[in-house]
Nanobody
Framework: QVQLVESGGGLVQPGGSLTLSCAAS????????IAWFRRAPGKEREGVSC????????FYSDSVKGRFTISRDNAKNTVYLQMNSLKPEDTAVYYC????????????????WGQGIEVTVSL
């Protein structure tokens, strides 16, 4: 079964750090472009970051650029999102998604989605 499972979420203070993991099963992760999306309370789903399957190029939304880092560990079939200098506005449910071809922050391009994991940034 093709599956993506997020982990590593939770509660963190503003300015703190958290690392999310996206573990893939049913397919080889390094053949896919992987993206992170999030849905904050009262807001639309937005793209956060993605990493290309072709050359490993990474992309970030302006709101997280310089604070978040996406990476992959092919041996573990896992993609990570390291989140630093977290802000209350980063509070959201975070989703990872996989696409066989293109790396993009447009959610409708992605074929497979995880169930999401909650990140709360608060005192």
């Amino acid at each position: 079964q093709v599956q993506l499972v997020e982990s590593g979420g939770g509660l963190v203070q503003p300015g703190g750090s958290l690392t999310l993991s996206c573990a893939a099963s049913g397919f080889t992760l390094n053949d896919y472009s992987i993206a992170w999306f999030r849905r904050a309370p009262g807001k639309e789903r937005e793209g956060v970051s993605c990493i290309s399957s072709f050359d490993g190029t990474t992309f970030y939304s302006d709101s997280v650029k310089g604070r978040f880092t996406i990476s992959r560990d092919n041996a573990k079939n896992t993609v990570y999102l390291q989140m630093n200098s977290l802000k209350p506005e980063d509070t959201a449910v975070y989703y990872c998604a996989a696409d066989a071809l293109v790396a993009t922050l447009l959610p409708y391009e992605y074929d497979y989605w995880g169930q999401g994991i909650e990140v709360t940034v608060s005192l």
